[in-house]
């Protein structure tokens, strides 16, 4: 039997403060169609705009998790995409008044408690698995950060946290299954270091914190001065020092709470995917940047998977998006080195372009006399090209612009591209223009025949 998908069966609201900007927002969750996945919606902004949940829209990661889409942000996501990806819900408008998501006390369990209440109901449409076919990585040695998925037939994840912390020490948490996310790690706490508390504070951040929304870890005793200064920050009283510890003795909900947290985080962060995953998570030291970077990669194996089942269709008969001429007005590339004859198709995120290799082409004199075959590089820049045309049209005056390539990686010859064949070059964006980076996924076919795939890294940058 195939798993359905699943989304609310009314509304449920809730309101609290946000985290870090204090203010007091309203929360709405709301039943979805299938294959809609998780949408934010800013209904306090002029036109209520959507922010969709994937990691391609991830602006901000250091102590939250934030989305910008469509001209709005939304900012401590995880929290709540924990609780629906815990549940197993797969669809859900999610409407906010505000700029963050309430807090509510500090883990995923209020916003449980409301989503079942509201109720859970199946769908018609079977559930959308990623799954994971060879190892993923995203790894930061600097920091002794490791995060690993590997191949397996359900979702699981085992979690190490080590900040040298003679409170905390090592911690390790574990989920075998994501049916015991309700009950083990829903109700776990953020946490944060007393020493942190002041930095953090001015630095314009958890203006919403307190003793009831997060574990404060009191690394070394402190003076009674230093616990009057923070009780002023926060407008907190009767803050008294004592003994290194946990600040004020909270009873912790498991002896581990703090890697049960990170695992909270973690599958939140992994919900960014826009669907769920079938593998394996080993995670070292994760946080939002690692996780969201994770999410990222996991999006462009998808976008990969989703890429090589769609061959582009050449017909002649159909006028070209840009001509020779009109690619001439926005490349600066010239004979012999202009080798995008036409674009066929174009939209936001994809474009199509055309190279008919003839037996003229000046290079068959060399590579190889006997034999000619394209040069692989050539290949490749007819990729580049095509490529910054989908990055150029998304800029007002493209000819008064330039794309660099930065890095080029996982790059595969599939096949030879010989004199007659004609090239279909397909470039698709892995992740969105963001302060002139652009990252792509590029391949060329011949027929039906994939020659050349790989990732691309690039950089626009306006003339001089």
Do not use: W
């Amino acid at each position: 039997m195939s798993e359905k998908q699943r989304t609310l069966a009314r509304e449920a609201t809730l309101s609290g403060k946000g985290l870090h900007t204090g203010i007091n927002v309203t929360i709405t969750f709301k039943p979805a169609p299938a294959n809609n996945g998780y949408k934010f919606i800013r209904t306090d902004l002029p036109g209520q705009p959507v922010i969709d949940a994937l990691a391609d829209y991830v602006t901000e990661a250091s102590r939250g998790t934030t989305l910008s889409h469509n001209g709005a942000s939304v900012s401590t996501i995880e929290h709540v995409l924990a609780a629906l990806s815990g549940l197993k819900i797969d669809n859900a408008f999610i409407e906010l008044n505000g700029p963050e998501a309430p807090i509510m006390g500090g883990s995923s369990h209020k916003f449980v408690e409301a989503i079942k209440e509201a109720g859970i109901v199946e769908l018609k449409e079977d559930r959308n698995y990623f799954q994971v076919r060879q190892k993923i990585v995203f790894s930061d040695e600097e920091h002794g950060v490791d995060l690993i998925v590997y191949p397996d037939d359900h979702f699981s994840i085992n979690v190490l946290i080590d900040y040298n912390s003679r409170i905390l020490g090592n911690q390790y948490a574990i989920i075998d299954t994501i049916d015991q996310f309700e009950k083990e790690i829903s109700q776990c706490r953020t946490f944060v270091f007393f020493h942190e508390l002041e930095p953090l504070f001015k630095a314009g951040l958890i203006k919403g914190g307190d003793l009831d929304n997060a574990i404060v870890i009191l690394e070394k005793e402190a003076s009674q001065e230093e616990f009057d200064r923070i009780a002023k920050l926060f407008n907190r009283p009767g803050i008294n020092s004592h003994k290194a510890g946990i600040l004020n003795n909270t009873e912790l909900r498991f002896p581990n709470e703090p890697a049960r947290h990170k695992l909270l985080d973690l599958i939140g962060d992994l919900a960014l995917v826009g669907q769920p995953i079938k593998g394996k998570v080993v995670a070292t030291r994760p946080g939002h940047y690692a996780n969201t970077r994770l999410a990222k990669i996991i999006r462009q194996e998808i976008k990969k998977t989703q890429s090589k089942k769609d061959v582009p269709v050449y017909d002649p008969s159909q006028p070209p998006v840009y001509n020779i001429e009109q690619i001439k007005e926005r490349l600066p590339h010239r004979y012999p080195f202009l080798l995008v004859d036409k674009i066929i198709s174009l939209d936001e995120n994809k474009v199509v372009g055309l190279k008919n290799v003839t037996g003229n082409e000046a290079f068959f004199q060399g590579h190889f006399p006997g034999e000619p075959i394209m040069p692989g590089v050539l290949i490749v820049e007819a990729l580049a090209q095509t490529g910054g045309l989908l990055v150029l049209s998304g800029v007002d005056e493209p000819e008064k612009y330039s794309t660099y390539f930065l890095k080029i990686d996982k790059l595969k010859f599939k096949h030879k591209v010989v004199p007659g064949d004609t090239l279909l070059l397909k470039m698709e964006l892995t992740e969105p223009l963001r302060r002139g980076i652009v990252a792509m996924y590029g391949q060329a076919f011949v027929g039906n025949n994939l020659v050349v795939e790989g990732e691309m890294v690039a950089q626009v940058i306006k003339n001089k």
